[in-house]
């Protein structure tokens, strides 16, 4: 006899601004988790929705209560609550959790409407993307892990620019504009969520070049909570201690302005953190693997993992630094905790009959 809890979902949390980098992860992580993850066969061509065997990624926005019309009319912006219904988010995320299929609404990015819903079924991974994954407290409580891509302004303009500016044709002014109008809530609703993320992904410019504002060399910290379950924080040569590695020389090719890593103990908004940051870029990715073997608790299931995923999605943004390399890292951390997950709820019902 089954029941719908022998086949747990476990919920993971993604929140960052739009164009910050959440497709990008999403696809490193379905990746690590052995496939690609495609948007639903035959359904609607504009779901944001993406599904692999394992995993189902679905996109917040598709809570968006106001259409874009509505936002307009009510002089709010899709990042405010009251464009976002956070009663069905959690209704709907806790039924997927028990392994009950729902009929989830369709934010159509094209149109700025709502669309019929679409039927998910409960994955083995259901990752939950987007603006407010842990805003509302009863939402943040189903998710098993949380990670939030925290972009300094400095980069996102860069990335926004190459963006928009290049690939769309938008003008300098209007992209400044934009940044500008989205900030007071991005501030008040968006960033204060990375509190209660699990790990963190800090992408920041470079310490390398002294006022470097070109924002192409990024310093990136990935911050990691102590004492979650299942959750064990990379360390870089001693658990606990502190520790500035400039690894360029003879095993690692560095051209300017090189590559300096650091890792050490922390506390981020009063919580006990461990902190590995990489700054600069590599020259050659496959002389990743001289920087992997130098880590641990990385969660792989055989030397070299980290670097086989990198050259694997070398033409993925952020490749060649802590970006790409720190998305890996905690995709190969979420595999291992949902294993650990997995393993615990299948023992509990033989422990039971012992007890
Ligand atoms: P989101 O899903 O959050 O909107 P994407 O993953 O689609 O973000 O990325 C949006 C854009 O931001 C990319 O097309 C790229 O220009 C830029 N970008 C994202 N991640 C990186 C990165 N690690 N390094 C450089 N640029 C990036
Ligand atoms: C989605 C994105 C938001 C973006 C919005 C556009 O909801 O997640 O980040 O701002 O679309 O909204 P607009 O009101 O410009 O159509």
């Not at 201690?241 to 003879?250: F, K, M, N, V």
Request: proline content about 6%; charged content about 25%; some cysteine.
């Amino acid at each position: 006899c089954t029941s719908a809890g022998d086949s747990k979902t476990v919920v993971i949390g993604l929140a960052a601004d739009s164009g910050c980098g959440k497709s990008t992860f999403m696809r490193r992580l379905t990746s690590v988790f052995g496939g690609a993850a495609e948007p639903p066969k035959g359904g609607n061509p504009d779901s944001n929705t993406l599904i692999s065997d394992t995993t189902t990624v679905i996109c917040l926005d598709d809570y968006h209560s106001l259409d874009r019309t509505g936002r307009k009319q009510k002089g709010v912006t899709a990042l405010d609550p009251r464009a976002n219904d956070f009663d069905l988010m959690y209704e709907q995320v806790k039924a997927l959790k028990d392994g009950i299929p729902v009929d989830k609404p369709i934010y159509n990015h094209v149109s700025g409407l709502l669309d019929p819903p679409e039927l998910i079924k409960p994955p083995k991974i259901l990752v939950i993307e987007g603006l407010h994954p842990m805003f509302d407290s009863r939402v943040r409580d189903l998710l098993d892990f949380s990670i939030y891509l925290d972009i300094s302004n400095e980069v996102k303009f860069a990335w926004k620019i190459q963006r928009d500016m290049a690939e769309r044709g938008h003008s300098l002014e209007s992209i400044k504009a934009s940044i500008e109008a989205r900030k007071p809530d991005f501030d008040a609703y968006i960033d204060p969520q990375k509190q209660y993320a699990d790990a963190v992904i800090e992408v920041l410019p470079t310490q390398l070049i002294p006022d470097d504002n070109e924002g192409k060399i990024l310093r990136v910290r990935l911050i990691m909570k102590e004492g979650v379950e299942f959750f064990n924080p990379v360390y870089l040569f001693d658990e606990g201690s502190t520790i500035s590695w400039i690894p360029c020389g003879r095993k690692l090719t560095c051209s300017y302005p090189g590559i300096k890593f650091f890792y050490g103990p922390d506390t981020y908004f009063g919580h006990e953190v461990s902190v590995l940051e990489m700054d600069g870029q590599f020259d050659r990715l496959d002389e990743l693997i001289y920087v992997e073997s130098h880590l641990s608790n990385i969660s792989t299931k055989f030397y070299g993992e980290v670097t086989q995923q990198m050259l694997k999605h070398a033409d993925f943004p952020g490749s060649s630094n802590g970006t790409g390399l720190f998305q890996t890292i905690v995709g190969l951390k979420i595999r291992d905790l949902y294993e650990q997950l997995i393993s615990t709820t299948a023992k509990t019902p033989v422990e039971a009959t012992k007890a």
